[in-house]
């Protein structure tokens, strides 16, 4: 029988007003190539009563919730949410995803929701003097708090990123110190946490609430502790996480935002000065969390656009863009891969040279699926986060013609 | 408390880190602290994410015992155990793990003692780093 929790799902998700049209089938990024799969499919088995064989399936975790399915549903029906709640009520029957990456993704947050040990997390500063930032709780060595609106960079797991994935050649730590720099031009000095805790996004999207909540609360007493106004981020997920999962538990939570919405503002505003040089082509990759679940398509564009490059649009993109092929470190299979080289193959067929992305994991995943198609001798894209080509043209500094 | 002593998580192979234990096992030697052995085929299996499960599980160290790399038996293991190594090594400096709790040995079959050693020292670390545990007997080996 389905149970309370999956009955107020398919409530408050609009399920049940699913016209089993297929127009999610068809829009669906794993469907073109997971035969049998189905966003309405999970939908039906659990109207049909059928919930511990819905339950069960792999198919439930094959969802990359990328919200391309919304896009197109005539009845409304929130089919990430859908998903999400069906997937924190198999995990209570103890069903889970295959795990990626050896588990080591889900033990680190674990780790910092367990909450023994006080990380050591902010390597990634460098000791580089010209990063203007306050470390909470204050170090030694601390300068005086920020007058005036705290702002608190989130910086998520980039530390963390960098180890796993430094051999892929992923910048994390390097785009964290970047973001910095991007802000302190603003004429922000950002707060960070010492012991800040993984957002959750990935735990919850895997429906494992329970951890969740821990991170949740760990994070929440640290950004009141802080007395932060406001929260930027670099990522994505941390950005949607923060902005909507914590206010809905929350009750109240400084507003979040993406870093790119900051800066993309302060340009147009003329507080922000780029040195617009002719600098090429190059394609964007909107992140399914800052697309379809932010809504923010236009301010990356925005920067790019601002710093010179002509942006191409690939086949795909804005509300219609292919997600990067795995999301919440579930789930990496043969379908992941192909989405991932139907994606760079929409990149190289626009001729730009760099695709360019907003999330830390749309490239991580691109520059695997890359270093795949290196070994089989396949020509090569450079894929890049947008902030280290801002970061890039502060350098350059001025303003040419 | 039920048992304040330290965990060490033992992380080996099939080759010279099981020789070492049988052979320490066979001599009765009490090893320091709570040593919990866990074997592998080979350490080129040892994916960071089991050190970080091994800590979530309450581990205080961990140790990795293999073989020289050119003693190898699977060829590759020596090598991919470098590159895993400093990851979990990495994750667990992020996380606060104090330095020397994961560490990694390659020794040939013979040389116990510095199993032993290894072990002592990371105890004794443990042991520092808890100063209201219990005061079990710890440190030096044999």
């Not at chain 2, 199993?115 to 808890?130: D, F, G, P, R």
């Amino acid at each position: 029988m389905t149970s309370e929790a999956l009955r107020t799902a398919l409530a408050e998700t609009r399920a049940y007003f699913c016209l089993s049209c297929g127009k999610c089938t068809a829009s669906c990024p794993v469907a073109r190539w997971e035969e049998g799969f189905s966003p309405r499919r999970l939908v039906e088995g659990l109207l049909a009563g059928e919930a511990e064989a819905t339950l069960a399936q792999d198919a439930l975790w094959q969802c990359l919730t990328c919200l391309r399915c919304e896009m197109v549903c005539p009845s409304g029906v929130r089919l990430g949410e859908f998903v999400r709640r069906v997937r924190a009520a198999a995990r209570e029957r103890a069903f889970a995803g295959p795990c990626t990456h050896g588990g080591a993704v889900e033990a680190w947050r674990r780790l910092m929701a367990q909450g023994g040990r006080p990380q050591s997390r902010l390597r990634w500063l460098g000791g580089d003097a010209s990063l203007q930032v306050e470390v909470w709780p204050p170090q030694e060595e601390a300068g005086p708090p920020a007058e005036g609106e705290r702002t608190l960079f989130f910086v998520g797991c980039l530390p963390y990123y960098q180890v796993l994935f430094g051999d892929l050649g992923v910048p994390a730590e390097e785009m964290a110190r970047q973001a910095v720099r991007l802000l302190n031009a603003l004429g922000i000095r950002p707060v960070v946490l010492a012991d800040e805790r993984c957002c959750g996004h990935d735990l919850l999207w895997q429906g494992d609430e329970a951890t969740f909540a821990r991170l949740l609360g760990a994070n929440a007493r640290l950004v009141a502790e802080a007395r932060v106004d406001r929260i930027v981020t670099l990522c994505p997920e941390c950005a949607l996480t923060l902005a909507k999962d914590y206010p809905a538990r929350l009750g109240a939570f400084p507003p979040a935002v993406h870093l790119s919405e900051v800066a993309a503002q302060a340009l147009q505003e003329g507080r922000l000065t780029l040195p617009r040089r002719a600098q090429g082509l190059v394609t964007y990759q909107d992140p399914c969390r800052l697309g379809r679940h932010l809504g923010v398509y236009e301010a990356p564009r925005a920067l790019l656009e601002g710093l010179g490059y002509t942006v191409v649009e690939m086949a795909h993109h804005g509300k219609g863009a292919l997600c990067c092929g795995t999301s919440a470190w579930v789930n990496c299979t043969a379908t992941s891969k192909a989405i991932q080289e139907e994606r760079l193959r929409e990149a190289q067929e626009t001729g730009a040279p760099v695709l360019v992305t907003a999330c830390p994991k749309c490239q991580i995943h691109f520059r695997c699926a890359l270093a795949g198609k290196a070994r089989g001798g396949e020509p090569r894209l450079a894929v890049q986060d947008w902030v280290l080509l801002v970061a890039a043209a502060l350098d350059q500094g001025g303003e040419d013609a | 408390m039920e048992n304040a002593e330290p965990r060490i998580v033992i992380f080996h192979c099939n080759w010279a880190g099981r020789h070492i234990l049988d052979t320490l096992g066979r001599g009765r030697t009490r090893l320091p602290g709570r040593a919990l052995p866990v074997q592998v085929s080979c350490l080129g299996r040892m994916h960071p994410g089991l050190v970080l499960k091994a800590l979530e599980a309450g581990a205080d160290g961990i140790l990795l015992l293999g073989c020289p790399e050119e003693a190898c038996r699977y060829g590759v293991g020596a090598e991919k155990v470098d590159q895993r190594y400093a990851e979990a090594q990495g994750l667990a400096a992020l996380l606060g793990v104090p330095a020397g709790q994961v560490r990694l040995l390659r020794v040939a079959p013979g040389e116990a003692e510095e199993v032993l050693h290894a072990l002592a020292e990371m105890a004794a670390a443990s042991q520092a780093a808890q100063p209201q545990a219990e005061a079990v007997q710890g440190g030096g080996a044999q």
